[in-house]
Protein backbone atom coordinates (compact mmCIF):
# COMPACT_ATOMS: atom_id res chain seq x y z
CA UNK A 1 0.00 0.00 0.00
CA UNK A 2 1.22 3.29 -1.14
CA UNK A 3 3.02 5.95 1.17
CA UNK A 4 0.79 8.16 -0.05
CA UNK A 5 -2.48 7.38 1.54
CA UNK A 6 -1.13 7.81 5.33
CA UNK A 7 0.17 11.60 4.72
CA UNK A 8 -2.76 12.49 6.73
CA UNK A 9 -1.89 10.38 9.73
CA UNK A 10 -0.24 12.98 11.85
CA UNK A 11 -3.06 14.64 12.00
CA UNK A 12 -4.97 12.30 12.96
CA UNK A 13 -3.08 11.09 15.22
CA UNK A 14 -2.94 15.00 16.76
CA UNK A 15 -6.78 14.77 16.93
CA UNK A 16 -6.81 11.44 18.62
CA UNK A 17 -4.26 12.10 21.36
CA UNK A 18 -5.49 15.91 21.83
CA UNK A 19 -8.80 14.90 22.00
CA UNK A 20 -8.35 12.32 24.55
CA UNK A 21 -5.95 14.59 26.12
CA UNK A 22 -7.46 15.45 30.09
CA UNK A 23 -9.04 18.65 30.27
CA UNK A 24 -9.25 18.76 25.91
CA UNK A 25 -13.19 20.35 25.80
CA UNK A 26 -15.05 18.57 22.49
CA UNK A 27 -17.81 20.61 21.05
CA UNK A 28 -20.55 19.11 19.30
CA UNK A 29 -23.61 19.89 17.09
CA UNK A 30 -26.74 18.15 17.06
CA UNK A 31 -29.34 19.49 14.42
CA UNK A 32 -33.40 19.02 14.73
CA UNK A 33 -32.16 15.84 12.21
CA UNK A 34 -30.81 14.09 15.09
CA UNK A 35 -33.74 14.15 17.31
CA UNK A 36 -35.68 11.49 18.26
CA UNK A 37 -38.82 13.08 19.16
CA UNK A 38 -40.63 15.98 17.61
CA UNK A 39 -43.88 17.20 17.73
CA UNK A 40 -46.40 20.77 17.48
CA UNK A 41 -49.87 20.40 19.40
CA UNK A 42 -52.37 22.57 19.33
CA UNK A 43 -55.44 22.92 21.67
CA UNK A 44 -57.39 24.02 17.74
CA UNK A 45 -56.56 20.59 16.73
CA UNK A 46 -56.40 18.61 20.01
CA UNK A 47 -55.78 15.21 18.48
CA UNK A 48 -52.89 15.80 16.11
CA UNK A 49 -49.17 15.66 16.69
CA UNK A 50 -48.31 17.37 13.81
CA UNK A 51 -50.54 20.94 14.13
CA UNK A 52 -47.76 23.10 12.80
CA UNK A 53 -49.98 25.10 10.71
CA UNK A 54 -53.32 26.06 9.96
CA UNK A 55 -53.99 27.06 6.37
CA UNK A 56 -58.25 26.89 6.82
CA UNK A 57 -60.02 26.30 9.41
CA UNK A 58 -59.72 22.47 10.63
CA UNK A 59 -56.46 22.29 7.21
CA UNK A 60 -52.92 21.61 8.79
CA UNK A 61 -50.05 21.33 7.93
CA UNK A 62 -46.18 21.24 9.11
CA UNK A 63 -44.84 23.50 5.82
CA UNK A 64 -44.51 26.17 8.76
CA UNK A 65 -44.57 26.33 12.72
CA UNK A 66 -46.88 28.74 13.82
CA UNK A 67 -46.99 29.45 17.67
CA UNK A 68 -49.48 30.62 19.23
CA UNK A 69 -51.25 31.11 22.34
CA UNK A 70 -52.65 27.19 23.29
CA UNK A 71 -49.67 25.45 20.90
CA UNK A 72 -46.10 23.92 21.74
CA UNK A 73 -43.57 22.44 19.96
CA UNK A 74 -42.01 19.40 21.77
CA UNK A 75 -38.41 18.35 20.82
CA UNK A 76 -35.62 16.33 22.20
CA UNK A 77 -32.06 15.55 21.45
CA UNK A 78 -30.80 12.62 22.29
CA UNK A 79 -27.79 13.10 24.51
CA UNK A 80 -26.03 9.81 23.96
CA UNK A 81 -23.48 11.46 21.39
CA UNK A 82 -21.52 12.61 24.56
CA UNK A 83 -19.21 10.10 26.03
CA UNK A 84 -19.29 8.93 29.56
CA UNK A 85 -17.69 10.69 32.57
CA UNK A 86 -17.77 14.34 31.22
CA UNK A 87 -18.56 17.47 32.69
CA UNK A 88 -21.06 19.40 30.57
CA UNK A 89 -19.41 23.21 30.69
CA UNK A 90 -21.90 25.00 27.96
CA UNK A 91 -25.22 23.74 25.66
CA UNK A 92 -26.60 26.22 23.81
CA UNK A 93 -30.09 25.43 21.98
CA UNK A 94 -30.45 27.30 18.65
CA UNK A 95 -33.97 28.22 17.69
CA UNK A 96 -34.47 29.44 14.05
CA UNK A 97 -37.12 32.44 14.72
CA UNK A 98 -38.82 33.06 10.93
CA UNK A 99 -41.51 36.17 12.41
CA UNK A 100 -42.84 37.52 15.28
CA UNK A 101 -45.80 39.06 15.12
CA UNK A 102 -47.53 40.70 17.90
CA UNK A 103 -47.01 43.63 20.26
CA UNK A 104 -43.49 43.78 21.67
CA UNK A 105 -44.37 41.89 24.72
CA UNK A 106 -44.42 38.33 22.84
CA UNK A 107 -42.69 35.92 24.75
CA UNK A 108 -41.17 32.59 23.79
CA UNK A 109 -41.18 30.05 27.06
CA UNK A 110 -38.93 26.93 26.83
CA UNK A 111 -39.59 24.64 29.54
CA UNK A 112 -38.63 21.36 30.26
CA UNK A 113 -40.67 18.54 30.17
CA UNK A 114 -40.84 16.24 32.94
CA UNK A 115 -43.56 13.78 31.49
CA UNK A 116 -42.36 11.04 29.17
CA UNK A 117 -44.13 11.31 25.62
CA UNK A 118 -44.19 9.77 22.60
CA UNK A 119 -46.00 8.14 19.77
CA UNK A 120 -49.97 10.18 19.77
CA UNK A 121 -48.66 12.59 21.77
CA UNK A 122 -51.23 15.63 20.99
CA UNK A 123 -52.71 18.11 22.83
CA UNK A 124 -54.75 15.81 25.10
CA UNK A 125 -52.43 13.13 24.98
CA UNK A 126 -48.56 12.42 26.07
CA UNK A 127 -48.98 9.07 23.95
CA UNK A 128 -52.11 7.67 22.56
CA UNK A 129 -50.23 4.27 21.79
CA UNK A 130 -50.77 1.28 23.44
CA UNK A 131 -53.25 3.26 25.21
CA UNK A 132 -53.65 6.78 25.62
CA UNK A 133 -51.92 8.91 28.70
CA UNK A 134 -53.18 12.23 29.23
CA UNK A 135 -51.32 15.11 30.70
CA UNK A 136 -51.91 16.39 33.21
CA UNK A 137 -52.91 19.45 32.05
CA UNK A 138 -54.25 19.27 28.33
CA UNK A 139 -50.81 21.03 26.27
CA UNK A 140 -48.85 19.50 28.55
CA UNK A 141 -49.23 22.73 30.95
CA UNK A 142 -49.26 20.89 33.83
CA UNK A 143 -46.69 23.11 35.92
CA UNK A 144 -44.20 20.52 38.15
CA UNK A 145 -45.90 17.53 36.97
CA UNK A 146 -46.19 17.86 33.09
CA UNK A 147 -43.11 20.64 32.72
CA UNK A 148 -40.83 22.01 35.11
CA UNK A 149 -42.77 25.03 36.75
CA UNK A 150 -40.14 27.74 35.68
CA UNK A 151 -38.32 27.58 32.57
CA UNK A 152 -36.72 30.51 30.38
CA UNK A 153 -38.52 33.57 29.22
CA UNK A 154 -37.13 35.32 26.20
CA UNK A 155 -37.36 38.23 24.04
CA UNK A 156 -38.20 36.71 20.77
CA UNK A 157 -36.37 37.79 17.71
CA UNK A 158 -36.49 37.00 14.06
CA UNK A 159 -32.88 35.35 12.85
CA UNK A 160 -31.36 32.25 15.24
CA UNK A 161 -31.65 32.92 19.04
CA UNK A 162 -29.69 31.06 21.22
CA UNK A 163 -30.33 30.03 24.61
CA UNK A 164 -28.52 29.06 27.19
CA UNK A 165 -29.46 25.68 28.16
CA UNK A 166 -26.45 24.10 30.40
CA UNK A 167 -28.37 23.44 33.39
CA UNK A 168 -30.96 21.88 31.72
CA UNK A 169 -28.49 19.57 29.22
CA UNK A 170 -26.12 19.07 32.64
CA UNK A 171 -29.26 17.67 34.48
CA UNK A 172 -30.46 15.23 31.60
CA UNK A 173 -26.92 13.87 31.59
CA UNK A 174 -26.02 13.56 34.70
CA UNK A 175 -28.75 11.51 35.21
CA UNK A 176 -30.53 13.41 38.08
CA UNK A 177 -33.81 13.99 35.59
CA UNK A 178 -34.39 11.88 32.59
CA UNK A 179 -33.91 13.25 29.18
CA UNK A 180 -38.03 14.11 27.67
CA UNK A 181 -36.60 17.49 26.02
CA UNK A 182 -38.44 20.85 26.60
CA UNK A 183 -41.43 22.49 25.22
CA UNK A 184 -41.36 25.62 23.53
CA UNK A 185 -44.58 27.83 23.95
CA UNK A 186 -46.09 31.45 23.70
CA UNK A 187 -48.27 32.85 26.45
CA UNK A 188 -49.01 35.80 25.34
CA UNK A 189 -51.49 37.12 22.57
CA UNK A 190 -48.88 37.08 19.63
CA UNK A 191 -47.40 34.46 17.01
CA UNK A 192 -43.91 33.59 16.66
CA UNK A 193 -43.50 31.69 13.36
CA UNK A 194 -40.61 29.04 14.13
CA UNK A 195 -38.06 27.68 11.63
CA UNK A 196 -40.30 24.49 9.80
CA UNK A 197 -38.82 21.03 10.68
CA UNK A 198 -40.17 19.93 7.24
CA UNK A 199 -40.58 20.77 3.66
CA UNK A 200 -36.68 22.03 3.06
CA UNK A 201 -36.71 23.74 6.53
CA UNK A 202 -34.74 20.99 8.80
CA UNK A 203 -31.30 21.31 10.08
CA UNK A 204 -31.52 24.88 11.65
CA UNK A 205 -32.76 23.97 14.70
CA UNK A 206 -29.55 23.03 16.82
CA UNK A 207 -28.25 22.32 20.02
CA UNK A 208 -24.37 23.21 20.54
CA UNK A 209 -22.81 21.35 23.73
CA UNK A 210 -19.29 21.64 24.96
CA UNK A 211 -17.90 18.83 27.41
CA UNK A 212 -14.71 18.08 28.92
CA UNK A 213 -13.23 15.15 30.69
CA UNK A 214 -14.30 15.08 34.75
CA UNK B 1 -0.01 14.19 -8.02
CA UNK B 2 2.92 15.62 -6.44
CA UNK B 3 3.44 14.54 -3.09
CA UNK B 4 6.34 15.26 -0.53
CA UNK B 5 8.98 13.02 0.05
CA UNK B 6 9.18 14.52 3.53
CA UNK B 7 6.38 13.48 4.74
CA UNK B 8 6.62 10.25 2.78
CA UNK B 9 10.51 9.62 4.66
CA UNK B 10 8.67 10.75 8.01
CA UNK B 11 5.78 8.24 7.90
CA UNK B 12 7.89 5.64 7.20
CA UNK B 13 8.87 4.78 10.91
CA UNK B 14 5.04 4.66 11.72
CA UNK B 15 4.42 1.99 9.41
CA UNK B 16 3.50 -1.03 11.70
CA UNK B 17 0.88 1.71 14.02
CA UNK B 18 -0.51 3.51 11.00
CA UNK B 19 -3.49 1.31 9.86
CA UNK B 20 -4.65 0.51 13.40
CA UNK B 21 -4.88 3.60 14.24
CA UNK B 22 -5.99 5.05 11.28
CA UNK B 23 -8.77 2.67 11.61
CA UNK B 24 -9.04 3.90 15.48
CA UNK B 25 -9.77 7.00 14.54
CA UNK B 26 -11.90 6.75 11.63
CA UNK B 27 -14.35 4.89 14.05
CA UNK B 28 -13.88 7.48 16.83
CA UNK B 29 -14.83 10.31 14.84
CA UNK B 30 -17.81 8.44 12.77
CA UNK B 31 -19.08 5.59 14.25
CA UNK B 32 -21.69 7.92 16.74
CA UNK B 33 -22.38 10.31 14.21
CA UNK B 34 -23.77 7.27 11.94
CA UNK B 35 -25.81 6.12 14.79
CA UNK B 36 -27.95 9.33 15.14
CA UNK B 37 -28.73 9.89 11.70
CA UNK B 38 -32.20 9.51 10.88
CA UNK B 39 -31.39 8.80 7.13
CA UNK B 40 -31.24 4.74 6.88
CA UNK B 41 -29.02 3.45 3.55
CA UNK B 42 -30.34 0.65 2.38
CA UNK B 43 -26.99 -0.99 0.05
CA UNK B 44 -27.09 -2.36 -3.01
CA UNK B 45 -27.00 -5.86 -3.11
CA UNK B 46 -26.27 -8.88 -5.82
CA UNK B 47 -29.35 -9.84 -7.54
CA UNK B 48 -30.90 -13.20 -5.99
CA UNK B 49 -32.90 -14.62 -9.00
CA UNK B 50 -35.76 -14.48 -6.66
CA UNK B 51 -38.04 -16.65 -7.54
CA UNK B 52 -41.90 -15.32 -7.80
CA UNK B 53 -41.46 -12.67 -10.58
CA UNK B 54 -44.53 -13.28 -12.90
CA UNK B 55 -44.13 -11.30 -16.30
CA UNK B 56 -46.90 -9.94 -17.54
CA UNK B 57 -46.81 -8.16 -21.28
CA UNK B 58 -48.04 -4.37 -20.97
CA UNK B 59 -45.91 -1.84 -22.38
CA UNK B 60 -48.29 0.45 -21.40
CA UNK B 61 -49.64 -0.57 -18.17
CA UNK B 62 -50.40 2.37 -15.90
CA UNK B 63 -52.40 0.36 -13.22
CA UNK B 64 -52.28 -3.14 -12.07
CA UNK B 65 -54.15 -5.20 -9.05
CA UNK B 66 -54.95 -8.76 -8.26
CA UNK B 67 -57.18 -10.51 -6.23
CA UNK B 68 -55.91 -13.36 -4.21
CA UNK B 69 -58.66 -15.21 -3.37
CA UNK B 70 -61.02 -15.20 -7.06
CA UNK B 71 -57.27 -15.95 -8.79
CA UNK B 72 -57.91 -11.79 -11.17
CA UNK B 73 -55.56 -9.96 -12.27
CA UNK B 74 -56.28 -6.16 -13.34
CA UNK B 75 -53.92 -4.19 -16.06
CA UNK B 76 -54.90 -0.70 -17.23
CA UNK B 77 -53.15 0.19 -20.32
CA UNK B 78 -53.01 3.48 -21.61
CA UNK B 79 -50.85 5.15 -24.44
CA UNK B 80 -50.35 8.74 -24.84
CA UNK B 81 -52.99 9.95 -27.90
CA UNK B 82 -55.01 6.45 -27.75
CA UNK B 83 -57.57 5.14 -25.83
CA UNK B 84 -56.83 3.00 -23.34
CA UNK B 85 -57.66 -0.82 -22.49
CA UNK B 86 -58.53 -2.92 -19.48
CA UNK B 87 -57.39 -6.67 -19.22
CA UNK B 88 -58.97 -9.16 -17.18
CA UNK B 89 -56.47 -12.30 -16.60
CA UNK B 90 -57.48 -15.74 -14.56
CA UNK B 91 -54.64 -16.99 -13.11
CA UNK B 92 -53.88 -20.81 -13.35
CA UNK B 93 -53.08 -23.32 -10.53
CA UNK B 94 -49.29 -21.87 -10.56
CA UNK B 95 -50.26 -18.28 -10.24
CA UNK B 96 -49.72 -17.89 -13.93
CA UNK B 97 -51.93 -15.43 -15.55
CA UNK B 98 -53.49 -16.90 -18.54
CA UNK B 99 -52.22 -15.90 -22.67
CA UNK B 100 -56.12 -14.78 -23.36
CA UNK B 101 -57.44 -11.74 -21.14
CA UNK B 102 -60.44 -10.47 -21.34
CA UNK B 103 -60.85 -7.02 -22.20
CA UNK B 104 -63.13 -5.06 -19.80
CA UNK B 105 -65.35 -2.01 -22.02
CA UNK B 106 -64.58 1.19 -20.86
CA UNK B 107 -67.83 3.21 -22.02
CA UNK B 108 -67.58 7.11 -22.85
CA UNK B 109 -69.93 9.15 -24.27
CA UNK B 110 -70.30 10.36 -27.83
CA UNK B 111 -67.39 12.29 -29.38
CA UNK B 112 -64.81 11.54 -26.70
CA UNK B 113 -62.80 8.30 -28.51
CA UNK B 114 -60.37 8.39 -25.27
CA UNK B 115 -60.69 6.94 -22.21
CA UNK B 116 -58.28 5.01 -19.50
CA UNK B 117 -58.28 3.62 -15.90
CA UNK B 118 -56.37 5.42 -13.70
CA UNK B 119 -58.00 3.79 -10.05
CA UNK B 120 -58.97 -0.13 -9.45
CA UNK B 121 -60.49 -1.51 -6.57
CA UNK B 122 -62.27 -5.04 -5.68
CA UNK B 123 -65.30 -4.83 -3.12
CA UNK B 124 -63.94 -6.62 -0.09
CA UNK B 125 -66.71 -9.32 -0.04
CA UNK B 126 -69.16 -9.31 -3.45
CA UNK B 127 -67.38 -10.36 -6.99
CA UNK B 128 -67.39 -6.70 -7.88
CA UNK B 129 -64.74 -4.77 -9.67
CA UNK B 130 -64.98 -1.34 -9.29
CA UNK B 131 -62.82 1.29 -11.91
CA UNK B 132 -62.22 5.03 -12.08
CA UNK B 133 -61.35 6.06 -15.35
CA UNK B 134 -60.87 9.27 -16.83
CA UNK B 135 -60.35 11.24 -20.26
CA UNK B 136 -58.16 13.93 -21.76
CA UNK B 137 -58.36 17.34 -20.95
CA UNK B 138 -59.77 19.68 -23.59
CA UNK B 139 -59.69 23.32 -23.22
CA UNK B 140 -63.10 25.57 -22.54
CA UNK B 141 -65.53 25.78 -23.70
CA UNK B 142 -66.01 22.06 -24.58
CA UNK B 143 -64.82 21.07 -21.64
CA UNK B 144 -68.13 21.53 -20.24
CA UNK B 145 -69.80 19.44 -22.52
CA UNK B 146 -67.40 16.48 -21.32
CA UNK B 147 -67.67 16.99 -17.61
CA UNK B 148 -71.57 16.79 -17.57
CA UNK B 149 -71.60 13.56 -20.11
CA UNK B 150 -68.24 11.47 -19.00
CA UNK B 151 -68.80 8.63 -16.19
CA UNK B 152 -66.10 7.72 -14.33
CA UNK B 153 -66.90 5.48 -12.17
CA UNK B 154 -67.70 2.35 -13.35
CA UNK B 155 -68.69 -1.61 -11.68
CA UNK B 156 -68.04 -4.91 -13.10
CA UNK B 157 -69.89 -7.87 -11.85
CA UNK B 158 -67.40 -11.11 -12.09
CA UNK B 159 -69.26 -13.57 -10.71
CA UNK B 160 -70.31 -14.47 -14.10
CA UNK B 161 -68.17 -16.35 -16.73
CA UNK B 162 -68.29 -12.54 -18.53
CA UNK B 163 -68.01 -9.76 -16.50
CA UNK B 164 -71.19 -7.23 -16.63
CA UNK B 165 -70.29 -3.72 -16.73
CA UNK B 166 -73.62 -2.98 -13.79
CA UNK B 167 -73.23 0.23 -13.11
CA UNK B 168 -71.92 3.60 -14.61
CA UNK B 169 -71.97 6.91 -12.78
CA UNK B 170 -69.81 10.07 -11.17
CA UNK B 171 -70.30 12.47 -13.65
CA UNK B 172 -70.34 16.15 -13.60
CA UNK B 173 -68.25 19.13 -12.41
CA UNK B 174 -67.49 18.41 -9.38
CA UNK B 175 -65.06 15.38 -10.86
CA UNK B 176 -61.99 16.46 -11.98
CA UNK B 177 -60.80 15.23 -15.62
CA UNK B 178 -57.65 14.97 -17.02
CA UNK B 179 -56.03 13.15 -14.16
CA UNK B 180 -53.34 10.16 -13.89
CA UNK B 181 -54.16 8.24 -11.19
CA UNK B 182 -56.81 7.67 -8.63
CA UNK B 183 -57.04 5.69 -5.37
CA UNK B 184 -59.89 4.39 -5.24
CA UNK B 185 -60.92 2.00 -2.25
CA UNK B 186 -63.88 0.49 -0.09
CA UNK B 187 -63.92 0.64 3.16
CA UNK B 188 -63.46 -3.14 5.56
CA UNK B 189 -67.15 -2.30 6.16
CA UNK B 190 -68.22 -2.28 2.73
CA UNK B 191 -70.56 0.84 2.91
CA UNK B 192 -68.31 3.77 1.58
CA UNK B 193 -65.97 3.92 -1.64
CA UNK B 194 -63.28 6.60 -0.93
CA UNK B 195 -63.28 9.06 -4.48
CA UNK B 196 -60.10 11.02 -5.67
CA UNK B 197 -59.83 13.62 -8.02
CA UNK B 198 -62.84 15.76 -7.17
CA UNK B 199 -63.08 19.53 -7.14
CA UNK B 200 -65.25 22.76 -6.40
CA UNK B 201 -63.99 25.46 -8.52
CA UNK B 202 -60.81 25.91 -7.82
CA UNK B 203 -60.18 23.60 -4.86
CA UNK B 204 -59.09 19.97 -4.90
CA UNK B 205 -61.72 17.96 -2.67
CA UNK B 206 -62.18 14.32 -1.83
CA UNK B 207 -64.98 12.53 -0.84
CA UNK B 208 -66.77 9.04 -0.46
CA UNK B 209 -70.12 7.42 -1.52
CA UNK B 210 -72.30 5.50 0.43
CA UNK B 211 -72.48 1.90 -1.39
CA UNK B 212 -75.63 -0.22 -0.85
CA UNK B 213 -75.38 -3.56 0.18
CA UNK B 214 -75.22 -4.51 -3.59
CA UNK B 215 -72.01 -2.56 -3.54
CA UNK B 216 -73.67 0.05 -5.83
CA UNK B 217 -73.63 3.79 -5.04
CA UNK B 218 -76.82 5.14 -3.37
CA UNK B 219 -78.35 7.34 -5.66
CA UNK B 220 -78.25 11.43 -4.77
CA UNK B 221 -81.98 12.13 -2.94
CA UNK B 222 -82.89 15.00 -4.67
CA UNK B 223 -82.43 13.78 -8.00
CA UNK B 224 -83.45 10.42 -7.42
CA UNK B 225 -86.61 10.56 -9.66
CA UNK B 226 -85.21 12.94 -12.69
CA UNK B 227 -81.52 10.97 -12.89
CA UNK B 228 -83.47 7.59 -12.38
CA UNK B 229 -80.92 6.88 -9.85
CA UNK B 230 -77.97 6.82 -11.56
CA UNK B 231 -76.07 9.88 -9.99
CA UNK B 232 -74.36 8.83 -6.66
CA UNK B 233 -74.54 10.59 -3.87
CA UNK B 234 -71.13 11.88 -2.81
CA UNK B 235 -70.88 12.50 0.92
CA UNK B 236 -68.83 14.01 3.49
CA UNK B 237 -66.45 15.58 0.67
CA UNK B 238 -63.24 17.73 2.23
CA UNK B 239 -60.82 19.77 0.48
CA UNK B 240 -57.10 19.63 -0.04
CA UNK B 241 -54.15 21.81 -0.76
CA UNK B 242 -52.78 21.20 -4.71
CA UNK B 243 -54.27 19.88 -7.61
CA UNK B 244 -57.22 17.26 -7.65
CA UNK B 245 -55.54 14.13 -6.79
CA UNK B 246 -56.11 11.39 -4.39
CA UNK B 247 -54.12 8.07 -4.55
CA UNK B 248 -53.71 5.04 -1.56
CA UNK B 249 -56.89 5.53 0.21
CA UNK B 250 -55.88 3.94 3.65
CA UNK B 251 -58.69 3.93 5.72
CA UNK B 252 -57.79 3.23 9.39
CA UNK B 253 -61.11 3.42 11.14
CA UNK B 254 -64.74 4.56 10.54
CA UNK B 255 -64.04 8.02 10.54
CA UNK B 256 -60.00 8.26 9.74
CA UNK B 257 -58.58 7.78 6.54
CA UNK B 258 -54.81 8.07 5.36
CA UNK B 259 -54.23 9.43 1.55
CA UNK B 260 -51.44 10.32 -0.52
CA UNK B 261 -52.36 14.19 -1.54
CA UNK B 262 -49.90 16.58 -3.28
CA UNK B 263 -47.41 17.86 -1.32
CA UNK B 264 -47.38 14.11 0.91
CA UNK B 265 -49.83 11.57 2.98
CA UNK B 266 -52.90 12.82 4.19
CA UNK B 267 -54.59 12.38 7.52
CA UNK B 268 -58.28 12.87 6.73
CA UNK B 269 -60.56 12.80 10.07
CA UNK B 270 -64.25 12.65 8.67
CA UNK B 271 -65.87 13.76 12.02
CA UNK B 272 -63.60 16.06 14.13
CA UNK B 273 -63.59 19.69 12.36
CA UNK B 274 -61.44 20.97 14.13
CA UNK B 275 -58.45 18.44 12.31
CA UNK B 276 -60.28 17.56 9.58
CA UNK B 277 -57.34 17.50 7.31
CA UNK B 278 -53.66 17.05 8.43
CA UNK B 279 -50.94 17.03 5.84
CA UNK B 280 -46.93 16.03 5.99
CA UNK B 281 -45.10 17.88 3.50
CA UNK B 282 -42.28 15.83 1.81
CA UNK B 283 -40.41 17.02 -0.67
CA UNK B 284 -40.13 17.56 -3.94
CA UNK B 285 -44.42 17.91 -3.92
CA UNK B 286 -45.95 16.10 -7.12
CA UNK B 287 -49.06 15.42 -8.18
CA UNK B 288 -49.83 11.31 -8.58
CA UNK B 289 -46.28 10.41 -7.03
CA UNK B 290 -46.97 9.78 -2.96
CA UNK B 291 -47.50 6.22 -3.00
CA UNK B 292 -48.75 4.54 0.40
CA UNK B 293 -49.46 1.51 1.95
CA UNK B 294 -50.57 0.81 5.54
CA UNK B 295 -49.51 -1.90 7.68
CA UNK B 296 -52.39 -4.13 8.45
CA UNK B 297 -51.42 -5.05 11.94
CA UNK B 298 -48.76 -2.21 13.09
CA UNK B 299 -49.22 1.35 13.49
CA UNK B 300 -47.01 2.30 10.75
CA UNK B 301 -47.42 2.94 7.33
CA UNK B 302 -44.61 3.27 4.05
CA UNK B 303 -44.50 5.71 1.68
CA UNK B 304 -42.54 6.77 -1.23
CA UNK B 305 -42.48 9.90 -3.85
CA UNK B 306 -42.24 7.85 -7.55
CA UNK B 307 -38.96 8.78 -9.08
CA UNK B 308 -37.13 9.29 -5.95
CA UNK B 309 -34.55 6.67 -4.16
CA UNK B 310 -36.02 7.33 -0.43
CA UNK B 311 -38.66 5.18 1.51
CA UNK B 312 -40.39 6.85 4.14
CA UNK B 313 -41.56 4.82 7.23
CA UNK B 314 -44.47 6.51 9.10
CA UNK B 315 -45.48 5.82 12.34
CA UNK B 316 -49.47 6.88 12.88
CA UNK B 317 -51.63 6.86 16.58
CA UNK B 318 -54.98 5.83 14.90
CA UNK B 319 -54.41 7.48 11.73
CA UNK B 320 -52.93 10.49 13.09
CA UNK B 321 -49.11 10.63 11.91
CA UNK B 322 -46.91 11.07 14.53
CA UNK B 323 -42.96 11.66 15.38
CA UNK B 324 -40.52 12.13 12.86
CA UNK B 325 -40.66 9.65 9.79
CA UNK B 326 -37.42 7.41 9.24
CA UNK B 327 -36.07 8.06 5.86
CA UNK B 328 -34.28 5.33 4.16
CA UNK B 329 -32.07 5.33 0.88
CA UNK B 330 -32.29 2.40 -1.35
CA UNK B 331 -29.10 2.47 -3.48
CA UNK B 332 -28.84 2.35 -6.46
CA UNK B 333 -33.12 2.29 -7.43
CA UNK B 334 -35.02 4.92 -8.66
CA UNK B 335 -38.09 3.67 -7.02
CA UNK B 336 -40.93 4.37 -10.06
CA UNK B 337 -43.84 1.11 -8.61
CA UNK B 338 -46.14 1.94 -5.93
CA UNK B 339 -45.11 -0.02 -2.35
CA UNK B 340 -46.91 -2.91 -1.80
CA UNK B 341 -46.91 -4.62 1.34
CA UNK B 342 -47.21 -8.50 2.14
CA UNK B 343 -47.94 -9.20 5.55
CA UNK B 344 -47.37 -12.86 5.28
CA UNK B 345 -44.29 -12.76 4.36
CA UNK B 346 -43.34 -9.80 6.57
CA UNK B 347 -42.04 -7.61 3.23
CA UNK B 348 -42.63 -4.76 1.42
CA UNK B 349 -42.26 -4.70 -2.47
CA UNK B 350 -40.82 -2.00 -4.78
CA UNK B 351 -39.96 -1.12 -8.10
CA UNK B 352 -38.02 0.46 -10.49
CA UNK B 353 -36.71 0.22 -13.93
CA UNK B 354 -35.54 -3.46 -14.43
CA UNK B 355 -35.00 -4.64 -10.91
CA UNK B 356 -37.57 -5.26 -8.02
CA UNK B 357 -36.79 -4.86 -4.54
CA UNK B 358 -38.05 -6.67 -1.67
CA UNK B 359 -37.74 -5.99 2.48
CA UNK B 360 -38.23 -7.50 5.14
CA UNK B 361 -38.85 -6.21 8.06
CA UNK B 362 -38.78 -6.00 11.49
CA UNK B 363 -41.27 -7.02 14.32
CA UNK B 364 -42.12 -3.16 15.00
CA UNK B 365 -42.06 -2.27 10.68
CA UNK B 366 -38.52 -1.01 10.62
CA UNK B 367 -37.46 -2.00 6.93
CA UNK B 368 -33.80 -4.53 7.22
CA UNK B 369 -31.11 -3.35 5.88
CA UNK B 370 -30.60 -6.90 3.83
CA UNK B 371 -32.63 -7.02 1.16
CA UNK B 372 -33.34 -9.47 -1.78
CA UNK B 373 -33.94 -8.20 -5.08
CA UNK B 374 -34.14 -9.61 -9.03
CA UNK B 375 -33.48 -8.23 -12.15
CA UNK B 376 -36.33 -8.23 -15.12
CA UNK B 377 -36.57 -6.40 -17.89
CA UNK B 378 -39.44 -3.76 -16.93
CA UNK B 379 -41.11 -1.41 -19.43
CA UNK B 380 -39.85 1.58 -19.83
CA UNK B 381 -42.73 3.43 -18.25
CA UNK B 382 -42.35 3.94 -14.67
CA UNK B 383 -43.56 0.35 -14.35
CA UNK B 384 -46.62 -0.64 -11.65
CA UNK B 385 -46.50 -3.70 -9.83
CA UNK B 386 -49.01 -6.59 -8.01
CA UNK B 387 -48.29 -8.92 -5.35
CA UNK B 388 -49.92 -11.98 -4.67
CA UNK B 389 -49.56 -13.73 -0.95
CA UNK B 390 -51.22 -16.47 -2.22
CA UNK B 391 -48.14 -17.73 -4.31
CA UNK B 392 -45.85 -15.20 -3.04
CA UNK B 393 -45.30 -13.59 -6.46
CA UNK B 394 -44.93 -10.40 -8.22
CA UNK B 395 -46.89 -9.49 -11.16
CA UNK B 396 -44.37 -6.86 -13.35
CA UNK B 397 -45.47 -5.40 -16.53
CA UNK B 398 -42.46 -6.08 -19.50
CA UNK B 399 -42.37 -4.66 -22.91
CA UNK B 400 -42.74 -8.08 -24.68
CA UNK B 401 -42.63 -11.87 -24.02
CA UNK B 402 -39.47 -13.30 -22.47
CA UNK B 403 -38.18 -15.63 -25.09
CA UNK B 404 -37.97 -18.75 -22.61
CA UNK B 405 -41.19 -18.78 -22.05
CA UNK B 406 -42.55 -18.78 -25.74
Known amino acids: MSWQRWSMLPVLLICWFGAAAPGHAKTIMMTDEETDQLAAIAAEAPRLSWAGYESAPGVWNISLLDLYPNRGLLIRFPLDKIPRRQRITKAEFIVPIDYVYGNNEARLYVRRLLAEWGPGVCHLYRTTLPKPIEWKVPGAKGSGSDRVARGQVLKPVAGEMTINVTEDVELWYSGVVRNHGWILSNDDAAMIRMGPWAFGGRGRWKLRITYEPE | ?406
Open chain 2, 1 to 406: MMHSSTGRCGLASLRLLSFPVAICCFAVVFAPVADAFKEIRIPAAADDKLGGIIPVVAPHAKVMLFHDDLGFLLVGEREPKKDGTLALYRVDGRGWPSADPVLLPLPKPPGVSISYAVGLAFHPKLRQLYVWQDTDMVPPPGDEALYKAFEHLLIYDLSKPGPELIYRGCQGPQYQIGTYLAGLTIDSKCARLYLPNMRDKDAAMIGYVALDDKGLPLPEAKDKDKDKGDRARVENVAAVSGWPSGTSFCPISDDVVLFGGSYGPITWDLKDRRNRISSFYLYPYANYRFHMTVHPTMPVFFCLVSGQQYIYRFQHAHGYMTLMPHRYLIDDLIITSQPVLMPLQNQLVVAGTNKVLFLKLDAKGNILEKRGQSAIETITEPPVIACSERWNSVFVPVPKRDKEKK
